[in-house]
Nanobody, 125 residues
Framework: QLQLVESGGDLVQAGDSLRLSCAAS????????MGWFRQSPGKDREFVAA????????YYLDSVKGRFTISRDDAKRTVYLQMNSLRPEDTAVYFC??????????????????WGKGTLVTVSA
């Protein structure tokens, strides 16, 4: 089992920055691709960003490219999501996810094995 705990969510103003963290415990962290997803009220959960186990390859939702950066620190067993130039439409619960197969993280959400419980990000206009 791999346990994931997100933190860093907050109420911020449009244009502000925020960094989310996801701490993992359990299995070998570096074996897993990691991802961030978000869900707004009344909307489906959507992919935001992913990083492979090596940390060399990253992927992003088009609307966050250039504003969000995903990174990982395997020594700390933590994945981060740096969010800059936040917009009201970024308001959502942000979830961390892990799977050995990055294809699942990128495009097969329902196949992902491990999820955190989420952290709320609210961006006011």
């Amino acid at each position: 089992q791999l346990q994931l705990v997100e933190s860093g969510g907050d109420l911020v103003q449009a244009g502000d920055s925020l960094r989310l963290s996801c701490a993992a415990s359990g299995r070998t962290f570096s074996d897993y691709a990691m991802g961030w997803f978000r869900q707004s009220p009344g909307k489906d959960r959507e992919f935001v960003a992913a990083i492979d186990g090596s940390g060399l390859s990253t992927y992003y939702l088009d609307s966050v490219k250039g504003r969000f950066t995903i990174s990982r620190d395997d020594a700390k067993r933590t994945v981060y999501l740096q969010m800059n130039s936040l917009r009201p439409e970024d308001t959502a619960v942000y979830f961390c996810a892990a799977d050995r197969d990055i294809v699942f993280i990128r495009s097969l959400m329902h196949e992902i094995n491990y999820w955190g419980k989420g952290t709320l990000v609210t961006v006011s206009a």
